[in-house]
């Protein structure tokens, strides 16, 4: 059974394109996060969601908008994508509270901006 | 805001040999994370560390938690090829509500 999974597994689009990508996690957690890896593998935070409410907002375009429908979800909107935004993007979740520090990963989302 | 910095930035190195790399940070931590991620996958938790001074293992890993809590090591005994990957520290503050700091990741290499 896939803990963290994400769709899609690839995205390639043209500049100025919008896009999203979809994150479900079927562990019971209730804090999900989005993270940003470069080609240099850095991983950097976006942002985290604890009950559907945003709790890390750290500084990033506000072209990225997180959605979260439900504890179990929470979903990327990118609009007007730039070559920039090329990475491999990560969703992850945890528990809030003690244990709230270990975090599962999905497989990432690879995206390419053309 | 926290840095931390990991080292080396890669390693490599040839199966069987013994491996440490480690983490250290400008400020302080209350939990130290270690995570592997194979290529083409997400990190995967190694091992966590949540005292001082606290050493924990996970079967050839071995994690330690720097008394000055700026600090952290991970040792990889008896590598096998399976252990190639990149390995991130992560640190965590209470405050920052689940908000984990991570390394620049070491590189390792394993030749059979």
């Known amino acids: 059974d896939t803990a963290v999974s994400q769709t899609p597994k690839y995205l390639v689009t043209q500049m100025g394109n919008d896009k999203s990508i979809k994150c479900e996690q079927n562990l019971g957690h209730d804090t999900m996060y989005w993270y940003k890896q470069d080609s240099k593998k850095f991983l950097k935070i976006m942002f985290s969601y604890n009950n559907k409410e945003l709790i890390i907002n750290e500084t990033v375009p506000n072209r990225f908008s997180p959605k979260s429908p439900d504890k179990a979800h929470l979903n990327l909107h990118i609009n007007s994508l730039e070559l920039g935004d090329s990475a491999v993007y990560f969703c992850?979740?945890?528990?809030w509270g003690q244990g709230q520090e270990t975090q599962y990963f999905g497989p990432g989302t690879r995206l390419l901006v053309l | 805001g926290q840095q931390l910095n990991q080292s080396p930035q890669s390693m490599f190195i040839q199966e069987g040999e013994d491996v440490s790399m480690n983490c250290t940070s400008s400020?302080?931590?209350?939990?130290w994370l270690w995570y592997k991620q194979d290529p083409g996958e997400g990190p995967v938790l190694l091992i966590a560390l949540y005292k001082a001074g606290e050493l924990t293992s996970n079967g050839r890993l071995t994690a330690q938690f720097g008394i000055t809590r700026k600090d952290s090591f991970l040792n990889i005994s008896a590598s096998i090829p399976s252990d190639v990957g990149i390995y991130f520290c992560a640190g965590t503050y209470n405050t920052n509500a689940g908000k984990s700091t991570f390394g620049d990741g070491t590189t390792l290499t394993v030749k059979p």
């Open positions: 992850a979740s945890s528990h």
């Open positions: 400020s302080i931590f209350n939990t």
